[in-house]
């Protein structure tokens, strides 16, 4: 059974730093992509960074790109998602997801992900 779960959410200022963990357990993800996705007060979930486990690839978000970076550490099965200049409009709940999906370009497709977090609190404040 596979589960995966985040940790290091928080309260922080604007500007500051935060980094998320994701360790995932129940399987071998080798081929799978990691992504990272959220959820803001009164929106969709969105798209915020993805890395292929197999040779650490990565995508970003354009809401994100240059201010978060995404990592996995395979000796530990963990993802990571470091998050530099926070902003309020970041504030969100934060979802670990592995997906093996049929393309590298659809790794930013939310329906291409199989397995969830429960996922953690961000809250960015100004």
């Known amino acids: 059974q596979v589960q995966l779960l985040e940790s290091g959410g928080g309260l922080v200022q604007a500007g500051d730093s935060l980094r998320l963990s994701c360790a995932a357990s129940g399987r071998t993800f080798s081929g799978y992509a990691m992504g990272w996705f959220r959820r803001a007060p009164g929106k969709e979930r969105e798209f915020v960074a993805t890395i292929r486990w197999n040779d650490g690839s990565t995508y970003y978000g354009d809401s994100v790109k240059g201010r978060f970076t995404i990592s996995r550490d395979m000796a530990k099965n963990s993802v990571y998602l470091q998050m530099n200049s926070l902003k309020p409009e970041d504030t969100a709940v934060y979802y670990c997801?592995?997906?093996?999906?049929?393309?590298?370009?659809?790794?930013?497709?939310?329906?291409?992900?199989?397995?969830w977090g429960q996922g953690a609190q961000v809250t960015v404040s100004s």
């Open positions: 997801a592995a997906a093996k999906p049929g393309g590298w370009y659809r790794a930013s497709i939310q329906s291409e992900y199989d397995y």
